[in-house]
């Protein structure tokens, strides 16, 4: 006597039915409706303990996944990520890791699917990628071998006051350097917060900006007085192309993570000090996936290149000519004057001799320029059109 399929809890009922009336034994039943005993006995204990629902189809799904997340891990994540929205499902983990070492924390992807399930991830919308600059600047692998800096897009607190956040980060260790709201983002202002990096951290080889003020200018080779300030302490002024932020990505992506962990403040001094508790969370607890899920303080040390008592002027070997630019942008040459850049005004130049008549022109140890002798022009290097063209 099979159990039909369409009506296996009545089969069921009665099963225990016809038991406790007494007048079977459970090996006659089990016989007759062709079960094990161990079936019989179980029907009939559910039967006891819950009465006709424990005759009910129970799911097969254990009650508990045996690679579930325990519930005091995901509290932790979940805290975690309260206090640090911008972090990712691998910088919570790596975190975490770090700080409970003996714990087996969950895969990143366990880690994801735990803060889409609590609604704490955006979907990102696909942009199009711009095609990589066919010329690419030069990469850093040591810390101070390059430090990028810019001025984040600038916004208002909530009392209307406007903040123009300059920030500087070592491109090796992805270390913040600063992070500071100016009130007027000049060559003083900003000057001074870069004498103050220095002192604090000593100098870098190179210094990755963009082409806007105050860093470069449209003068002869993009000069401007914070890049000349740069060159004489022996700092090369590294600029991106226009147009390719992506050149300064690693600095970019740090200012989408500022801009996400500091909204707007009440007030200008709310916002500073936004800022720097911004600092040494992103330096010394943030795991940074560039290093592996290092923090960029473990990665950084300061630059042995200490900030001098005193900024040299520049000096030329005893091979060049040397001509001090003039108020007006001018220096003097066989009785004419030559107009170079009123950047450069008040500052030494160096002037060597390549081919006749064509001079390569220096501004400490930085070719800046093309002298034509003959014309009296100064050209830019690596201009497109060959400035001898057109001579008579």
């Known amino acids: 006597m099979a159990w039909r399929a369409s009506s296996v809890v009545d089969q069921r009922k009665k099963f225990v039915q016809e038991y406790e009336s007494g007048e079977w034994t459970m090996a006659e039943l089990c016989r007759i409706y062709e079960i094990s005993r161990e079936s019989g006995y179980k029907w009939l204990k559910r039967s006891q303990v819950e009465g006709e629902g424990g005759l009910e189809d129970r799911s097969r799904a254990p009650a508990r996944h045996p690679n579930q997340t325990e519930p005091s891990i995901e509290q932790q994540l979940l805290q975690l990520r309260q206090r640090h929205p911008s972090w990712g499902a691998r910088k919570l983990r790596a975190y975490l890791q770090q700080k409970q070492p003996k714990r087996v924390w969950p895969a990143a992807s366990t880690v994801g699917a735990l803060l889409k399930r609590e609604g704490l991830t955006v979907p ?110 022996g700092i090369i002024p590294e600029r991106i192309a226009a147009g390719h932020p992506e050149q300064n990505g690693s600095h970019e992506r740090m200012h989408r993570t500022l ?118 022009l100064i050209h830019p290097l690596g201009a497109q059109s060959d400035p001898k063209k057109g001579r008579k």
């Open 124 to 233: 990102r919308r696909r942009l199009a990628k711009t095609p990589p600059y066919s010329q690419p600047l030069e990469s850093a692998v040591e810390p101070n071998q390059l430090w990028c800096s810019d001025f984040k897009g600038w916004f208002r607190t909530r009392d209307g006051q406007r903040i123009d956040p300059l920030t500087m980060t070592d491109a090796a260790s992805r270390y913040l350097l600063r992070c500071q709201a100016v009130d007027k983002a000049n060559t003083e202002r900003v000057q001074a917060i870069f004498e103050a990096a220095f002192r604090q951290y000593g100098l870098p080889l190179a210094i990755r900006t963009d082409n806007g003020p105050p860093f470069a200018s449209k003068a002869i080779a993009g000069l401007s007085q914070l890049a000349l300030y740069w060159i004489k302490l």
């Open 259 to 376: 801009k996400a962990d500091c909204p707007p403040e009440a007030h200008r001094r709310a916002q500073q000090e936004a800022f720097d508790r911004f600092r040494p969370t992103y330096n010394e607890q943030r795991p940074h996936e560039a290093l592996g899920m290092k923090t960029p303080a473990s990665c950084y040390s300061c630059s042995p290149r200490a900030y001098p008592a005193k900024v040299a002027q520049p000096e030329y070997d005893s091979d060049l000519e040397v001509r001090q630019v003039q108020e007006h942008g001018q220096f003097k040459w066989n009785g004419s004057k030559v107009f170079i850049s009123e950047v450069l005004r008040g500052e030494r130049i160096g002037l060597e001799l390549i081919e006749e008549d064509y001079w390569l022109v220096y501004f400490s140890t930085m070719p800046i320029a093309l002298f034509d002798s003959y014309q009296r």
